[in-house]
């Protein structure tokens, strides 16, 4: 027995040296380093073993919003109502979003009293002759103060028998009010030639096209320009904000306006005053709701005129106090007592 067994380890130990010696696994140069995956000289791959890959979390984590969506949802939160066909909160918040530096005006200021002045005159647009009505007072109130035109303006309603109810401003009751009545009433005979213009293109006896409320409504932005700047006395500028306080269209741009003008100069951090083609160009992240962005630069031109900050620029006095009375108008006295 004992020869048996010293017979088979010796056959053992013949046929392990008779083998060749095994060559060990060495670690790509790439996992070099890779402490995590070598061990014993062998990589988890080289077992064909699939990498596993992290699992996802069941719910992913909300994205917190930054601090100035925040200060612009708590400047929105109270916002009520539509400008024209838009919802006033929803275009705040899309304005920020396209624009911080508006974004950050928004937040500060909210809701802006022209805004609620133009949703307030929007509820009288059941009123008949009320487009007359608007574009009238505007011609009495060119190159006037604000003042002087109320006055004005007050004696015309007395002289056509409007003094106590303003709907009995009619375009008959310009045709027929006498001329030297509507002169004494302070009116140059320019202005009273451009009234009576304009009451003659809204009365069909006097015109092959008549405007009116209802034909304005339905005409685009395009067509209401070209309807109005071909009256005597009516301007880009003033159809730009007939268009914005009367009609309530929300993607007005008055690029001719020098409080607009000026609000970009300031917000925007401008040395000199932005020509047209400029506030265009700033003005394209503003689409579609630039009536609402223009009234925003309207409030940073305010905000630096009380700061002390409105020098400089091109020193348009002439157009500056005009645009300043005729907003005046245009938003009606509401505006000055909201604010």
Known sequence: ?????????????????????????????????????????????????????????????????????????????????????????????????????????????????????????????????????????????QQLNGTAAATIFGRVLRCVGAEDDVLA????????????????????????????????????????????????????????????VALRGVGPWSVHMFQMFYLNRPDVLPTKDFGVRKGVMRLYGLRDMPSEAKVEEIAERWRPHRTLASMYMWQAADEGKSSGQMQGGDGGKGEKGKAKKEEDHWAGTKKAKKR
Do not use: W
């Not at 925040?70 to 920020?96: C, I, P, Y």
């Not at 004494?184 to 008549?210: I, M, T």
């Open 1 to 141: 027995m004992r020869r048996t067994l010293a017979g088979v380890v010796k056959t053992c130990v013949r046929a392990s040296l008779s083998l060749p010696s095994p060559t060990p696994i060495r670690a790509s140069a790439t996992s070099r380093g890779d402490h995590s995956k070598k061990r014993h000289g062998v990589f988890l791959g080289s077992l064909g073993m699939p990498k596993r890959k992290p699992l996802a979390p069941a719910t992913p984590s909300p994205v917190k919003p930054g601090p100035r969506t925040v200060r612009v949802e708590a400047a929105v939160a109270a916002v009520d109502g539509t400008f024209g066909d838009v919802v006033v909160a929803d275009a705040l918040r899309e304005l920020s979003t396209r624009d911080p530096k508006l974004g950050e005006l928004i937040a500060r200021c909210g809701e802006l009293p022209r805004i609620f002045a133009c949703q307030e005159a929007r509820r009288a647009k059941h009123e008949p002759n009320r487009a007359f009505r608007s574009l009238a007072r505007a011609i009495v109130f």
């Open 169 to 228: 401003l009619t375009p008959d009751a310009i045709i027929d009010a006498d001329e030297a009545a509507m002169r004494a009433c302070g009116l140059s005979q320019r202005k009273h030639e451009y009234l009576v213009a304009l009451a003659r293109a809204f009365h069909p006896a006097h015109s092959d096209f008549p405007l009116s409320d209802e034909s304005l409504e339905a005409m685009d932005d395009t067509a209401v320009m070209s309807a109005l």
